[in-house]
């Protein structure tokens, strides 16, 4: 059927999340008539901490949101480093400007940053720009090449938009996805667990470092995501505990939950370091959260006509390597780059899916491997983790050539970014709009 004749295109974004805000505003940016359709009834500062790699700071501040923003909300990280169970290093790299490049690392809470995304869209394109319990349920597309989206409001009332294109935005648990591909698989997980939580704690190493201690299949993540307290030292640390468990436990425990930290914390008696008391840390946790290790299968599209999927809804990863969001972030603005070369048409969303689905999905895969965190696989196979030298076990080169490999296919290999050009030239704007 044709859909309501339209006298200006206009883009439907479903969720509200970082995906659907970076999309909305990039779509600002290049004046692109859009609506955010988010099913809460109000934006809360939901989860714990993320890490922004230089790619998507880049791009933030290509949109006008630099550190003077960032800075408000986080952190830039200097370091990454892996240690062993036994307490000795099997990697580190400096990270962000420390590591040459041209933009920092941010390790920052990711609620506050879509409260931050949300509060500039706002100031930009309006307070309507963003329409709260919105949730979208399915979509219907039409002969002209339009598309409608269904949803319901939270009384269970249905409403219906219009628009030249749907963008589904709306995470791991997508609506438009299901539909889109009604015979994918279940959420896949790997049998990980994890614990996230954080702490006020003196932060380790570098003052900025992120930090996984441990082996493959029992590790803590720790990094800090604000800075310290001139007087106290303290800072906002977030920390992950991962334990891999049988299916029977994460039945039990659903996907996602507040937990008390004696649910977990017997886990990791004796973890203490001179330089880290992860017993400690885990005791004096000011808010915990269960959820398993979760991600989907790679679907062979990402788009069905006018409708198309971003971040979660397309390619939800394990965070093994630290580049959800990122990937998110990134994928609205190579969105906007195809609407800048083919208009709000389908054209450009199947130009976006072909440039991005095959990639990211082998992404989606090599983060289920583990990651970065493979380097942990290798030293488990080799020595059990017991270790005095690890050039003995794992040789440096080999080191530094499996962190080259993955941060070459996440698209943030350190000269790979530093000389590519924009991907939206400043004061680019779709051709053929009312501004």
Not at 41 to 64: K, S, T, W
Not at 200 to 219: E, I, K, M, N
Not at 330 to 347: E, Q
């Amino acid at each position: 059927m044709s859909g309501p004749d339209m006298a200006q295109p206009r883009v439907l974004v479903a969720g509200g999340g970082i995906g659907g805000l970076a999309v909305a505003l990039t779509l600002h940016q290049v004046g692109v008539p859009f609506t955010v359709l988010e099913g809460a009834r109000e934006l809360a500062p939901l989860g714990v901490g993320i890490n922004l790699q230089p790619n998507a700071v880049r791009e933030l501040g290509d949109l006008g949101i630099g550190p003077d923003l960032l800075d408000t909300i986080g952190v830039p990280a200097r370091e990454w480093a892996l240690v062993g169970r036994n307490g000795h290093d099997i990697y580190s790299e400096p990270r962000g400007l420390d590591a040459g490049y041209r933009w920092p690392q941010y390790a920052l809470h990711r609620g506050r940053l879509q409260l931050l995304l949300a509060q500039v869209l706002r100031e930009r394109a309006g307070a309507d720009a963003i329409r709260l319990g919105h949730r979208v349920t399915g979509y219907e597309t039409h002969t002209d090449g339009t598309v409608t989206a269904t949803g319901q409001h939270p009384d269970g009332t249905v409403w219906h938009e219009h628009g030249s294109v749907l963008i589904g935005a709306d995470g791991i648990h997508s609506a438009v996805r299901a539909q889109m591909h009604p015979d994918q698989p279940p959420i896949h997980w790997g049998g990980t667990m994890m614990w996230r939580g954080t702490t006020q704690a003196v932060p380790v190493r570098t003052g900025s470092s992120f930090v996984g201690l441990g082996s493959a299949r029992h590790r803590v993540v720790v990094y800090p995501i604000s800075p310290a307290d001139p007087v106290t030292g303290l800072a906002t640390v977030n920390w992950i505990a991962e334990l891999q468990v049988d299916d029977t436990a994460w039945q039990r425990s659903g996907w996602f939950r507040q937990v008390d930290v004696q649910e977990l914390a017997h886990h990791f008696d004796g973890w203490t370091y001179d330089w880290l008391d992860v017993p400690d840390l885990l005791a004096r946790a000011e808010v915990v959260y269960e959820n398993p290790m979760i991600d989907r299968d790679p679907v062979p599209t990402w788009q069905d006509g006018p409708v198309l999927l971003v971040g979660d809804a397309a390619h939800a990863m394990y965070p093994t390597g630290s580049n959800g969001a990122s990937q998110a972030i990134m994928d609205a603005r190579h969105l906007g780059a195809a609407m800048l070369r083919h208009g709000v048409t389908p054209a450009a969303l199947a130009a976006f899916d072909a440039q991005l689905c095959g990639p990211v999905s082998r992404l989606v895969l090599r983060n289920r491997g583990a990651g970065p965190f493979g380097l942990l696989d290798l030293v488990d196979e080799r020595c059990g983790g017991d270790f005095d030298d690890i050039d003995d076990v794992v040789p440096e080169v080999e080191r530094t050539a499996f962190m080259a490999g993955y941060k070459a296919a996440a698209g943030f290999a350190v000269e790979q970014l530093n000389t590519a050009g924009p991907t939206i030239a400043p004061g680019a704007r779709v051709e053929g709009l009312r501004v």
